[in-house]
């Protein structure tokens, strides 16, 4: 991992992402990191996203469930670019309970450049890369 988190989102558990475990369900932890992602994409480009044009698409999740996230948990979903390359650029993502300092759960995923019309691969545009690198203090 990278260094510390800059951008963090505070996650409401409902009871609807409860289990029969009483554990918030995998299913229910993809959406808190989406919402995580989504909001940091919207504050460090300075944009409101539109998905319907939108030219950044998810293309990899991967997942450690660490520790079960329960009902009373007071979680956040914490975000950053690690590393951005031509054509996609690589996220850490992390739940975690802020009474405990517990991460509940650390996800990586990848976002590439996607152009609707065509549905073919695109390259980052160079004005996201400069932002993310500015943002996380990222080198060239």
């Not at 409860?18 to 554990?23: A, I, N, R, T």
């Not at 690690?82 to 690589?90: H, L, P």
């Not at 590439?112 to 549905?119: E, F, I």
Request: glycine residues 6%; charged residues 25%.
């Amino acid at each position: 991992m990278a260094g510390k988190f800059q951008f963090s989102v505070p996650i409401q558990i409902r009871m609807s992402d409860l289990d029969p475990f009483v554990h918030v369900n995998n299913g229910a932890q993809c959406h808190y990191l989406d919402y995580g992602r989504s909001n940091y994409l919207e504050h460090v480009l300075g944009i409101q996203i539109d998905w319907a044009t939108f030219d950044l698409v998810l293309v990899h999740v991967g997942m450690d469930f660490r520790q079960n996230i329960g009902f009373h948990d007071q979680l956040v979903c914490e975000t950053r670019v690690v590393s951005i390359g031509n054509k996609s650029f690589r996220m850490e993502q992390q739940l975690r309970d802020l009474r405990t300092d517990t991460v509940k759960t650390f996800s990586e995923c990848v976002l590439a450049g996607l152009d609707r019309n065509t549905l073919k691969s695109i390259p980052i545009q160079e004005e996201y890369k400069t932002k993310f690198r500015s943002f996380e203090h990222l080198d060239d």
